[in-house]
């Protein structure tokens, strides 16, 4: 049956409040694994060794429609809630065909401009480059940002997280979580000023 | 909430970032960040690591849940760009044999079938300043660019817990061994990775930690320590020696 719409966060918030109420252990010890193991078998995969990437078509759309199936049978968690929400086939290409094609990170003369690279483009990918959430302490997180900044092959940044705030830890879940996350793009904004790039993304 | 102040927060050209929890499972706080950065036109980057090894097994079946949880991040809750990383449980690392493959396959399986944009992140299980952390980034820029990924986000080493060992050459090397490998032939790729893996792969036990930012870069002028360039260099043409034409 054709879909009605896409979904949105909210159609799967209210599709969670209805669904069936499941312990999270057997969501997690039984019902993941069972699946994934009857799916794998289903499609018949089994990767080569020696290649990390798949040479043969067969393998990436059997692959594909076994994750397609796994959602759409399967579902999706919500631990707080304790539910599972279900999705049909055609809600999931009808939310495919909603993504973006294409997209723009940063402003001004330091965008990144990106588009669908199929199969092994001669386009490169965008480098987001950064210590991807890996602690830096306050005193040198200028310094380290501004080290990808500046790197020719960087087109946009991802920032680390700081551990104190004016030396206080930034535990989560406290207002010194907000604190250090609001000083982290500060400093993230300084660095990319110092280093000549103003617009690059973040 | 912080990301989205007005002032000194993101622009609405930045990603904003959260994160699925493992094996296809959110919470409500994930949702609502989602609604109001949706609501507000903001570019929105769902990451997701699959743990090879916790509540799933193979690399298959890791790969059909890669699959299912990045359809989940666009099809669900409304992101623009989808942020791999299957991780190993063992070895904390995403440039590890098995990792590699479930990232490739998962990446080309929705690269043949749908026009999503896919990006995948980098935790090298050695630290900075090292020639085998710039392999391991090597190997993986060389898998994710030859499987159609549109963005590579790195690099974390030292599995990304250790204070300040994260420096911008690490993201260099992603950059030019991405570049060397873009319009390659995937026979070609597996060839030049596998000779690149088994430079690196016995080496996990003893994987060297690195050195900190401080101790790689001249504080003042902010370059690279001659040291540091020196196993740049090294790096650069042991995996020259493994078949990449730089």
Same mark, same amino acid.
């Given at each position: ?22 312990? +999270? ?57 304790? =539910? ?6 055609? +809600? ?24 669908? =690279? ?78 000549? =790039? ?5 | ?116 944009? /896919? ?14 952390? /710039? /392999? ?7 898998? @994710? ?28 090397? /992603? ?69 990449? @034409?730089?």
């Amino acid at each position: 049956m054709a879909a009605t719409r896409p979904l949105t966060v909210i159609d799967v918030y209210e599709r969670f409040v209805k669904g069936k109420k499941v312990p +999270e252990n057997e969501w997690d010890y039984t019902i993941i694994p069972q699946n994934l193991t009857a799916l794998k078998e289903k499609y018949k995969l089994k990767f080569e060794p020696g290649q990390s990437v798949p040479e043969d078509n067969e393998t990436k759309n059997a692959l594909f429609q076994a994750g397609l199936e796994m959602l759409s049978t399967v579902g999706f968690y919500c631990q707080d809630l304790g =539910r599972v929400m279900h999705v049909t086939e055609e +809600e999931i290409w009808e939310g495919i065909k909603k993504t973006p094609k294409k997209l723009i990170l940063g402003e001004g003369r330091d965008i990144a401009r990106f588009y669908p =690279r199929h199969g092994n483009s001669p386009v490169k990918p965008i480098i987001q480059g950064g210590p991807t959430g890996s602690p830096v302490s306050e005193e040198m997180f200028i310094k380290i940002m501004q080290s990808y900044a500046q790197e020719a092959v960087v087109d946009d940044l991802v920032d680390g997280v700081m551990d104190t705030v004016e030396g206080k830890k930034a535990k989560s879940g406290t207002p010194y979580e907000i604190r250090a996350t609001m000083q982290e793009l500060r400093m993230t904004k300084e660095a990319r000023t110092r280093a000549g =790039r103003p617009g690059l993304g973040v | 909430m912080s990301a989205s102040m007005v002032n000194n927060g993101l622009r609405s050209c930045d990603c904003h970032e959260c994160s699925q929890m493992n094996e296809l499972k959110v919470n409500t706080s994930f949702m609502n960040m989602i609604a109001g950065w949706h609501l507000s036109g903001d570019t929105i980057m769902i990451e997701q690591m699959p743990i090879m090894g916790g509540y799933v097994s193979s690399v298959e079946e890791t790969a059909i849940c890669d699959v299912a949880a990045t359809l989940a991040s666009f099809v669900l809750y409304n992101c623009d760009i989808h942020l791999d990383g299957p991780v190993h449980i063992r070895w904390g690392n995403t440039s590890n044999r098995e990792c590699l493959q479930v990232a490739a396959h998962a990446a080309r399986a929705l690269d043949a079938n749908t026009d999503v944009l /896919l990006a995948n992140q980098y935790y090298t299980i050695a630290g900075p300043c090292t020639e085998m952390c /710039l /392999l391991e980034v090597a190997a993986q820029a060389i898998v @994710d660019t030859v499987s159609g990924r549109e963005l590579l986000s790195g690099v974390a080493p030292g599995k990304g817990v250790l204070q300040d060992r994260a420096t911008g050459l690490e993201a260099r090397m /992603l950059g030019e061994a991405s570049s060397a490998a873009c319009g390659m032939s995937i026979e070609a790729a597996n060839g030049i990775v596998d000779n690149i893996l088994h430079r690196y792969e016995l080496n996990y036990h003893h994987a060297p930690m690195g050195k900190k930012f401080q101790e790689c870069y001249n504080l003042d002028t902010l370059r690279p320590s001659q040291e540091y360039l020196d196993i740049y260099e090294n790096a650069m043409h042991t995996i020259s020696l493994c078949g990449m @034409d730089f």
